[in-house]
């Protein structure tokens, strides 16, 4: 097993109590960053070469270690334990996975189990986008692909076969308290209510070493969680694109 093997990530957990005399339902806030210990090793080049691929601008970078100023992007934040038996109504609004330049965008999303994820092609060129539950070819201004999930996932990938360099992951939740960092490395998920909670990492590179911070979140109160995520005796281990 991974045990006795340095973990790459680690965390630290600041509690602030809500203001004195608050009920003892009012709901408080979990929030933080990610962040990269160390120098991040560095990101290659993606040879976009296929006809109809248009990418503009500067040359694409592979997307599985992103790290903005020491802070990572594309993080998966959700909390992993605290919530068993809730039922939360899923979003109306759809969330977008887009193909623009025959690269995803985002790299990684996340939805509720029930909302609908649409997957787009703004490109002029013929995409299929190839997951674990189908395989559909979408011509240049097809509709939107339509997928909903009845159950949670974590990095579940979706992919091109015909531009084998695409690759984007999706994250599904049972409720709303989960969110992927921005290019600031941080993360603020809705108020909930206080109790003793477990919030998880997820991140494309470093998928086997999931960090876990557990915490008690006090009414009206503040949690703020940050992970560090380090290459620390990564690369005998790591395997896959």
């Known amino acids: 097993g991974a045990q006795g093997s340095a973990s790459a ?14 009920a003892a339902d009012t709901p408080g806030v979990i929030r933080g960053v990610v962040i990269f210990d160390g120098t991040p090793p560095e990101r290659s080049e993606i040879k976009i070469s296929a006809a109809g691929c248009n990418h503009e601008g500067p040359p694409a970078l ?28 899923a979003p109306k609004t759809p969330v977008s996975l887009d ?56 990095g579940i990938m979706y992919r091109c076969d015909i531009h084998p360099w695409m690759s984007a992951f999706l994250c599904v939740s049972e409720h709303p308290f989960h969110e992927v960092t921005g290019a600031d490395g941080a993360f603020s998920l809705p108020e909930i209510l206080p109790g003793s909670y ?33 290459d620390k005796a990564r690369g005998r281990r790591s395997r896959g694109r």
Request: glycine share 10%.
């Open 9 to 22: 990530s680690k965390h630290s957990v600041e509690v602030t109590p809500g203001a004195e005399g608050v």
């Open 99 to 154: 193909q623009v330049g025959c690269m995803y965008s985002p790299h990684v999303v996340c939805i509720q189990t029930g909302q609908t994820l649409q997957v787009r092609n703004s490109d002029a060129t013929l995409h299929n986008v190839n997951w674990p539950e189908g395989n559909k070819m979408q011509p240049a201004g097809a509709n939107p692909l339509e997928i909903q999930y009845e159950r949670d996932g974590v």
């Open 198 to 230: 477990e919030l998880s990492l997820w991140t494309e590179k470093y998928k086997r070493d999931r960090d876990k911070a557990s915490f008690e979140l006090p009414p009206g109160g503040e949690v703020v969680v940050t992970f560090h995520v380090s």
């Open 62 to 89: 592979k997307e599985s270690l992103v790290v903005n100023n020491g802070r990572v992007q594309y993080a998966y934040v959700y909390v992993s334990k605290g919530l068993s038996g809730q039922e939360f109504a």
